[in-house]
């Protein structure tokens, strides 16, 4: 063995610990510093927020309803005769007393000329009549005439009289068929579909009328109530007429607004319901008769009332309850006292304070602790992350 290979191989273990060492250092090192660094804060959940407010609520009771004409008629014809003239449009606004049709006069006219003539007949008759019980009266008084003479002639001007009296009713009848001929709107309203065409032949007991007259102003709003609703409503409704409000049937649009009329003497033992009606000016003419609404019954007024959007009131095992979020962001569950929903605010009763923050959306995503972010807050935070 030459002298020159003890040192050639220390000089390799050499480097072989050396190695080791240093590996070992970097390994050290690297588990050292993976415990040291601190986790990174869990993301704050995001959800919509909203902030309890305090306003005047208005408390209302909510149903469907039916408008209802105040009239609707068939406009029928009363004596017989050829249709003549038809004065009005299919659909046509009239006013109460214009003329809607025409039947042939000349009959009807001539009866009244006939009872006219036999009124004048029986009237002279009736004068010479009791010139002749005159006459005859003064020559019973001089005992020179007959007594019988007088009484027959009182008996002639009392049957004259009577029969005048009977020319007089027939002529009023006669006058009345006349004025039949005339067809007139019995209100203002909206003309219907014409049933019967000019130049018909109609008859007093025909059971087709002419067409059907339907008053549009003002209007009726008939709606059905629950039987338990009724001791609140005659309460509120005693000062004065509760205010009704027409809606659009998905109740997102408002049509009217009316007074309460009517409250029926009696609750239906069918299905435990009262009826109501409500009375609505309708001159711009919006509510149509058979036509089914949204109703809303205003009942009163809660003055300074907490309210926060429906959708953070949740339902749980305990009741109604919200997420309040607090100032360290984190969303805590506070057990609530809700009352009505109005335009998609909630009444709170108890248990929220007006300016207290509290979770509208996004609620399945917590649990009491959490932090919340706002959800722009929260798309911002995100953004940043990917950046980096």
């Not at 309040?324 to 057990?335: C, F, K, L, N, P």
Request: no cysteine; glycine share 8%; net charge neutral.
């Amino acid at each position: 063995m030459s002298p020159s290979q003890p040192s050639s191989q220390r000089r390799y273990w050499r480097l072989a610990l050396l190695f080791l060492a240093v590996a070992l250092a970097a390994f050290a090192w690297r588990h050292f510093s993976a415990t040291t660094t601190a986790k990174p804060a869990e993301a704050p959940v995001p959800v919509s927020l909203g902030v309890a407010d305090q306003r005047d609520l208005p408390i209302w009771l909510q149903t469907i309803g039916t408008v209802q004409a105040l009239n609707a008629v068939d406009i029928k014809v009363r004596v017989d005769g050829e249709l003549q003239q038809l004065h009005f449009q299919e659909g046509q606004m009239v006013k109460a007393g214009q003329l809607l049709a025409e039947i042939d006069p000349r009959p009807y006219a001539a009866q009244v000329l006939q009872a006219k003539a036999n009124k004048a007949r029986d009237e002279a008759q009736l004068a010479v009549a009791k010139v002749n019980l005159e006459r005859a009266s003064k020559l019973a008084a001089a005992h020179a005439g007959p007594s019988q003479d007088v009484d027959t002639l009182r008996g002639q001007v009392a049957t004259l009289q009577a029969t005048i009296q009977a020319d007089q009713a027939a002529l009023d009848t006669a006058q009345l068929q006349l004025g039949y001929t005339r067809i007139a709107a019995p209100f203002a309203g909206r003309t219907g579909q014409r049933l019967v065409d000019a130049g018909s032949i109609v008859h007093a007991s025909d059971n087709t009328g002419l067409l059907t007259l339907t008053q549009m102003a003002p209007i009726s709003l008939a709606f059905s109530l629950p039987q338990e609703d009724l001791a609140e409503v005659l309460q509120a409704n005693a000062g004065q007429a509760l205010q009704v409000e027409a809606l659009s049937r998905d109740g997102r649009q408002h049509i009217a607004t009316g007074r309460l009329s009517f409250i029926d003497s009696q609750v239906s033992s069918g299905n435990g319901q009262i009826l109501f009606k409500a009375d609505f000016a309708n001159a711009d003419g919006k509510l149509w008769p058979g036509e089914l609404l949204s109703v809303r019954l205003l009942l009163r007024t809660e003055k300074a009332a907490t309210v926060v959007p429906a959708s953070a009131v949740q339902q749980g095992p305990q009741g109604s309850f919200v997420y309040v979020v607090g100032r360290d962001q984190q969303a805590q569950v506070r057990e609530v006292k809700a009352g009505a929903v109005v335009d998609g605010l909630q009444w709170i009763h108890q248990g929220l304070a007006p300016g207290e923050t509290v979770v509208t959306g996004g609620q399945y995503r917590l649990a009491p602790g959490l932090k919340v972010a706002a959800l722009a807050d929260a798309r911002q935070t995100a953004s940043a992350e990917q950046r980096q």
